[in-house]
């Protein structure tokens, strides 16, 4: 019988505290990747950059996640939230509530992730082709709010969560396009429109499961601010917006068998409102939306490579 050591267990933790599984923002690389020019997909210099970028935002994104779930645990949010008789939230997948990790390893973890991730975004402006002034700003600014996302100023208690989780997507696009290319066009800025909307529409979902939690600790969240009536309005507009964009990509910039291409998203998000609002299984449809939006990176990376 094998038995597990306990730095097996704590490095386990670490990666659970890391959400290294959810990797629905590091495809946004790919999609950069595909929308290059086939003459700079292979250059050095491209490929040094997009690489250093995706690494950082792995560090970046693991800090920005540890102290969520710092704050999380110390305001009571996140115990309320994985109840241990919840059976639909698994608890281990929050190292400080399970109880393998401390706050002060939290803590430790987030301060060394987020320097190793400046350290790497650095890296990819200066190996870059090109590093237009915005593009800098943008990796800046990025940077910044991702690290006060809970920490510090705690964007996502103060009503800007939603925006957040869409803008890191855009931000996550057009930052190594820009490196890459030095400027942008309409059909990278729709593109990167349409990805991050991704991870919004199945953040949205976990926002109104967790209303209960959020609004004892003030966490102000649409779904929390919002009567049920008002979020499902909101869930739906930002649905509506996706669409929009989709079918209106070839008067923006894109290809004109964008719609074509994208209609699986389409037709999968009409399929995720209908299971959250028609047969009100909220955590199902935030399941869906994370499958909708891996679907969504396949489509657009077949747009490019057409």
């Known amino acids: 019988m094998q038995h597990t050591t306990p730095e097996a267990t704590t490095r386990r ?28 997909r292979l250059d050095g210099a491209v490929l040094a950059a997009t690489g250093l970028f995706l690494l950082g935002e792995v560090f970046v994104i693991a800090t920005m996640v540890a102290l969520d779930d710092l704050t999380g645990f110390r305001d009571g949010s996140d115990i309320a939230n994985y109840a241990p008789d919840d059976p639909n939230r698994r608890r281990y997948r929050k190292p400080l509530v399970a109880g393998t990790l401390t706050e002060a390893q939290v803590l430790r973890f987030a301060w060394v992730t987020g320097l190793i991730g400046a ?40 009503g800007f969560q939603e925006f957040f989780l869409a803008a890191l997507g855009w931000a996550l696009v057009l930052a190594p396009y820009g490196l890459a290319v030095g400027s942008i066009d ?27 939690g959020d609004r004892r600790v003030g966490r102000l969240t649409v779904a929390a601010l919002a009567t049920p009536r008002g979020n499902m309005l909101f869930i739906l507009a930002v649905t509506a917006a996706e669409a929009l964009l989709i079918v209106c990509g070839p008067l923006l910039g894109t290809a004109w068998w964008f719609p074509v291409v994208l209609l699986p998203t389409l037709l999968l998000r009409a399929r995720q409102v209908r299971v959250a609002f028609g047969q009100g299984d909220i955590l199902r449809a935030r399941l869906l939306g994370i499958h909708v939006h891996r679907v969504t990176v396949v489509a657009l990376v077949v747009v490019n490579l057409l």
Not at 13 to 40: E, N, Q
Not at 134 to 148: D, K, M, R
Request: positive net charge; proline residues 4%.
């Open 119 to 158: 350290l790497l975004w650095i890296a990819a402006i200066a190996v870059a082709p090109h590093a237009p002034l915005w593009t800098v700003a943008v990796i800046g600014v990025t940077y910044f709010f991702a690290v006060q996302y809970s920490w510090g100023i705690k964007l996502s208690y103060r």
């Open 13 to 40: 933790a670490y990666v659970r505290l890391a959400k290294l599984d959810i990797v629905d923002y590091y495809f946004g690389v790919l999609v950069v990747w595909t929308l290059l020019p086939s003459a700079l």
């Open 186 to 212: 309409g059909n990278a800025v729709v593109q990167a429109l349409v990805f991050g909307l991704g991870p919004l529409l199945f953040g949205v979902y976990s926002n109104t499961n967790d209303i209960k």
